[in-house]
């Protein structure tokens, strides 16, 4: 049986909508939802760097800011 989250790309936004079922023997949910928090947060850094070094790359060959 395959979770709908197991097959969502992995980015920071789609890291909120996450949710695991819960089982007698499972982890703890607060350690997992921390652990949850610092990975989304992670993510949307680079995410955010990315995007950057995009725009970065997107001005340095084209830095007129003119099409071709």
Known sequence: ???QW???PITA???NNV???LS???YSPQEVDYFLDRV???LAELEHLE???DNQRNQ???PGGYSS
Do not use: L, P, Y
Request: aromatic share 4%.
């Open 1 to 3: 049986h395959v979770r």
């Open 6 to 8: 197991q097959q969502m």
């Open 13 to 15: 936004e789609g890291m």
């Open 19 to 21: 949710a695991f079922t």
């Open 24 to 26: 007698a023997r499972g």
């Open 40 to 42: 989304q947060q992670r």
């Open 51 to 53: 995007r950057s070094q």
């Open 60 to 62: 340095d060959t084209n």
